[in-house]
């Protein structure tokens, strides 16, 4: 895995320059908002199975289908899978969150995942309303306290991840 600052340093390199004045101000950002992207991962770390449940419950209550016989949450086992997908999901987020580099996601969750889901009949549109779900609950725990998330640094891997998947939205056969 890579970061956003070895990313930058690797380009740089390959193109044999000193850094410009576009390289200089993506370190000052990045440096700008490191202390949202470690509040944010200290939260996720802590808070995780906290996350998990609070974004879970607010997809029942949405769409409290998915927990009725022929939901995809129906069954204890189809319910667990669906809460580790989210877990799954949550850290995920938190290593592109602390990188800056949501092509984490592309590489270890993205790619592939549209191919498993079709393979067991998961449909993605309640799976991208759950990653949206976990990047609002994290938004606003951290918001309740007091760290103020101006630039979306904080949404920005679950909507990569909406992004993925939505791109990709796959129906239960």
Not at 29 to 44: K, M, N
Not at 80 to 109: P, Q
Not at 139 to 146: E, H, I, K, W
Request: aromatic share 8%; with cysteine.
């Amino acid at each position: 895995m890579r970061d956003a600052i070895s990313g930058l340093i690797g380009r740089y390199d390959q193109l044999g320059r000193y850094f410009d004045r576009c390289a200089i101000d993506r370190i000052n950002t990045w440096y700008s908002e490191s202390g949202v992207r470690l509040a944010a991962v200290e939260l996720i770390n802590r808070e995780a199975a906290t996350i998990v449940r609070e974004a879970s419950q607010r997809l029942w209550l949405e769409d409290p289908e998915l927990l009725l016989p022929g939901g995809n949450a129906y069954t204890t086992r189809r319910l667990a899978a669906c809460l580790r997908d989210m877990d799954y999901f949550l850290r995920y987020a938190s290593y592109a969150l602390i990188a800056d580099d949501v092509t984490i996601l592309d590489e270890r969750v993205l790619n592939g995942l549209d191919d498993t889901y079709k393979s067991l009949g998961v449909p993605t549109g309640p799976t991208v309303r759950s990653i949206a779900l976990l990047g609002q609950v994290v938004s606003d725990m951290l918001s309740d306290a007091g760290v103020a998330d101006v630039a979306g640094v904080v949404r920005t891997p679950f909507e990569h991840l909406c992004r993925g998947l939505g791109a990709n939205n796959v129906r239960a056969r």
